[in-house]
């Protein structure tokens, strides 16, 4: 209850988290979508089972949350306005720059396929650039692989450093999995570590301020 009361703006952030998001993805974009497919993507095969990863990705978000409330509050003020503030910056460029991704058509012969098609339902092809889960997955490995972090829940280092290893490999796997199901563009992974690694920095510079 001390957590929940001294953190109740936080929460109350991260709660709206998927408000927002999926307000997003019903209304915007609010003009004509540019087509970014570059000859990189056409290279990239479509591969159904990381839909898996896809979905894993969401999970992970809600769970790195609820650990670093657990063991390390400040770092978890700093990862909910990293996503907040990422999720702004994104939705600048949904708005004046906004991207359509062309999905190509699936053939539904496995669970794997037909788990792809179930997203496609309800996950808009539109505010794909940047990857807001590109930038998610790289804020979820830096602040879950914080040192302060990790020292609560394990103490031998070579432990930390194994978690650290498998958090990133996790991040890897949530971006990849974005581009092998054809969620998203090449660049738009790019951009969203950019965007990521940018929302970092400036949460870092603002932390004694207003976190």
């Known amino acids: 209850m001390k957590i929940l009361k001294e953190n109740k703006n936080f929460i109350i952030l991260g709660l ?20 970014f497919n570059m000859k990189i993507d056409n290279l990239i095969p479509f591969i159904a089972p990381f839909s898996i990863g896809y979905f894993l990705y969401h999970l992970f978000l809600v769970l790195t949350a609820i650990l670093l409330f657990m063991y390390s509050e400040k770092n978890a003020r700093k990862y909910i306005s990293a996503l907040i503030l990422s999720m702004s910056i994104a939705i600048f460029f949904y708005i004046f720059f906004p991207v359509k991704m062309i999905k190509p058509p699936i053939e539904t012969t496995d669970i794997f396929s037909q788990i792809v098609v179930m997203l496609r339902s309800f996950d808009s092809p539109y505010n794909v650039f940047p990857s807001l889960h590109a930038a998610w997955s790289l804020i979820i490995f830096w602040y879950s692989s914080k040192k302060e972090f990790l020292a609560k829940i394990m103490s031998s280092k070579t432990a930390q450093l194994t978690i650290r290893i498998i958090i990133l490999l996790f991040a890897l796997l949530f971006s990849a999995s974005a581009i092998l199901i054809k969620q998203h563009y090449f660049i738009d992974i790019l951009a969203g570590f950019l965007l990521g690694a940018i929302s970092i920095f400036i949460v870092s510079r603002l932390e004694k301020v207003y976190i």
């Open 16 to 35: 709206l988290i998927p408000v927002l998001y999926l307000l997003m993805n019903s209304f915007l974009p609010l003009k004509q979508a540019i087509i």
